[in-house]
């Protein structure tokens, strides 16, 4: 259960960060109501599942599949394109996320 709690913790922090650039830095009422309410509702979850995960697992993989995701909301959304530094950059965090799932022990499943 707690891993479906961070999973909706991660994504509700993709849709703030991406509607914090459709904001125009709070100038936006409804996409600015979407970043406040979206960030509130995924740092609560986040705190929710540090009372039975360990906070550096939990922030590894809440940021990393983070970066991985608005990376692709930002090339399909916003027609960034990334450079292939940038998406290898990214593999290795996607990369680092698998093992610490698959081989660290730190990590209660």
């Not at 929710?48 to 809440?62: E, F, H, Q, S």
């Amino acid at each position: 259960m707690q891993w479906l709690i961070l999973a909706v913790a991660i994504v509700a922090e993709v849709i703030a960060t991406s509607a914090l650039k459709s904001s125009r830095g709070f100038t936006r009422l409804w996409p600015s109501v979407v970043v406040v309410c979206c960030y509130s509702t995924s740092l609560y979850l986040l705190s929710r599942t540090l009372d039975v995960l360990p906070v550096g697992i939990v922030y590894a993989i809440w940021s990393g599949s983070g970066v991985a995701l608005i990376a692709l909301v930002g090339r399909f959304f916003f027609k960034q394109v990334l450079d292939t530094a940038a998406i290898v950059g990214i593999a290795m965090i996607v990369a680092g996320v698998v093992v610490l799932q698959l081989f660290s022990t730190s990590v209660v499943h």
